[in-house]
Each structure stands twice: as structure tokens, then as C-alpha cells.
């Protein structure tokens, strides 16, 4: 069994900032890649950034200079530190992740519950 769970979700003003933070445990596993998409309300979901295990990222274009998606190997964690948040911003954001549960043969997709942020004066 394997759970994802994200924090630091909430509600800020345009331009603040805020650090979501996944982390991902309940069984051995090997992580391929994490990310972060999202889905604003009303709207299908999209990658907002996603890291492999040698580092290498991807950010969607509406995020690029403004949010930072880091990972902890060691720890199974990811986060995304957003800056200079716009109202557009707003969205339910999910935290996923392609991982080999130890023992199995194949790599599958996990995805968290998700965390509301919410950008408004």
C-alpha cells in the first residue's frame, strides 16, 4: 500500500507565496518521477511540474520563473514552491507519482487527495 500526502495547501493574496509539500510512504518503493499537477474549478486537470530521479524538470508555461519543484530521494517527498502567485493560480493541487512497489514487476501512477489553494485579496 502506498499513500501520498500533500500539505501546505491555503489561501493567499496575489503576489504572496506558498510551499506545498507531498510526501509518499506505507510500503518500500522505488519513486521514478513526482509531480504536481492541478485543476482549477470548472477545468480539467493539468501538469503544473514534474521531476525525474536524476533531477531533470518540467514545468508547465504558465508557471515557469515563478514556481520550483524540488525532491528529497532519501525522504520520498516533493515540493513546489510558488511564487508571485496570481489569482489564476487557484486550483485543487494534486501530487503524484510514478513508483515500483517493492516486490512487483511494473511501475504505476499514485496520486494524493489533493490541497486547495486559493489566491485572493
Known amino acids: 500500500q502506498v499513500q501520498l500526502v500533500e500539505s501546505g495547501g491555503g489561501l493567499v493574496q496575489p503576489g504572496g507565496s506558498l510551499r506545498l509539500s507531498c510526501a509518499a510512504s506505507?510500503?518500500?518503493?522505488?519513486?521514478?518521477?513526482m509531480g504536481w499537477y492541478r485543476q482549477p474549478p470548472g477545468k480539467q486537470r493539468e501538469l503544473v511540474a514534474h521531476?525525474?530521479?536524476?533531477?531533470?524538470?518540467n514545468y508547465a508555461d504558465s508557471v515557469k520563473g515563478r514556481f520550483i519543484i524540488s525532491r528529497d530521494n532519501a525522504q520520498n517527498t516533493v515540493s513546489l514552491q510558488m511564487n508571485s502567485l496570481k489569482p489564476e493560480d487557484t486550483a485543487v493541487y494534486y501530487c503524484?507519482?510514478?513508483?515500483?512497489?517493492?516486490?512487483?514487476?511494473?511501475?504505476?501512477?499514485?496520486w494524493g487527495q489533493g490541497t486547495q489553494v486559493t489566491v485572493s485579496s
Open positions: 503524484a507519482a510514478n513508483l515500483r512497489r517493492f516486490g512487483r514487476s511494473t511501475y504505476d501512477d499514485y
Open positions: 521531476i525525474t530521479s536524476g533531477r531533470s524538470t
Open positions: 506505507g510500503s518500500l518503493f522505488s519513486i521514478n518521477a
